[in-house]
């Protein structure tokens, strides 16, 4: 019987019996469609060889104890309320934790506790961006500066704590125009799109999160620019080209990556990895591209 793109498949033994009968009793079988069959599954076939004795355990039903079903635990649902079974023998299965007794139930909050480096990498990531105004210049041009800041919420939808976490983030605003305030005069010249990036990397660490918790990081800001003549017709103005942002752990393992890249922005720009190689240890400056596509970052 086909159920979605998996097989289920059946066994006439004796072991494969008594498997259907547990898990009939808990509400899901492997011949039918059940609703505890659930979509986070990580596979649903036939299970080859005898499972390594160690790592077995008997499970009874709550309501019907009498019933035995010798698996080992595959994997626990981010919710915790499902549990992929893997039988002696007989094919994988989805059972719902509070069907299970309570001596089972507490071995697999054991079992859970034990994982060698199981943290919760079920991540709520939040991004804003606001721009600020910082003053403004008039002559014959009117210049409007402004501050732009992203703000990052991280949430943990897990269960079990992050451990700590590490933010790296880098954002990145086309410079289109130049500037220059003297005593007597201020004048605008444009800037050929591409050739100077401003930047700014973030990096931050967070703190081992609960459940439920939640840290927020904000960017220091870019300054922007926006220049009109006699205060109307539009002269030219930075544009934001967006953010890499990718949340690493104590491993230095990414366990969440996020980016929003406008294409026009310089190639080696629209990657981290790339991005980071080009503007090396600082935290803020211009990324330069010359004429012959060379990088360079002050």
Not at 36 to 43: D, E, F, I, R, V
Not at 50 to 68: A, I, Y
Not at 193 to 210: C, D, I, K
Not at 249 to 255: E, N
């Amino acid at each position: 019987m086909e159920l979605g793109p998996w097989r289920i498949y059946c066994f006439a033994n004796r072991a494969s019996l008594r498997n259907l009968n547990f898990l009939k009793t808990m509400g899901t079988t492997q011949c039918h469609r059940w609703s505890l069959l659930s979509l986070w599954t990580l596979a649903v076939g036939s299970v080859s060889g005898q499972t390594p004795p160690e790592e077995l355990h008997v499970f009874s039903p709550k309501d019907s104890p009498d019933k035995k079903l010798e698996a080992r635990v595959q994997a626990i649902s981010p919710d915790r309320k499902m549990v992929q079974l893997i039988p002696k023998s007989g094919t994988a299965a989805s059972v719902e934790i509070l069907r299970l007794t309570l001596e089972d139930q507490q071995y697999l909050k054991g079992w859970l506790d034990q994982q060698v480096g199981a943290k919760s990498t079920n991540l709520r990531v939040t991004i804003t961006s606001s721009a600020s105004s910082t003053g403004r210049d008039r002559d014959i041009y009117t210049v409007q500066h402004r501050n732009l800041v992203y703000t990052v919420k991280v949430q943990n939808l897990d269960r079990r704590e992050t451990g700590n976490l590490r933010l790296e983030m880098l954002v990145f605003v086309g410079d289109r125009i130049s500037v220059t305030k003297s005593a007597a005069s201020l004048s605008v010249d444009t800037v050929t799109p591409g050739r100077r990036t401003l930047f700014e990397y973030v990096e931050q660490p967070l703190s081992s999160m609960a459940y439920n918790r939640d840290q927020t990081v904000s960017s220091l800001g870019v300054a922007t620019e926006e220049a009109r003549y006699d205060g109307n017709t539009l002269m030219g103005e930075d544009k934001p080209l967006g953010y890499l942002l990718r949340i690493l752990d104590s491993a230095d393992k990414v366990v969440f990556e996020k980016s929003e890249m406008d294409p026009v922005a310089p190639e080696k720009l629209l990657t981290f990895e790339s991005a980071k190689s080009v503007v090396g240890k600082l935290t803020k400056g211009v990324v330069m591209v010359d004429s012959g596509g060379d990088y360079s970052a002050e």
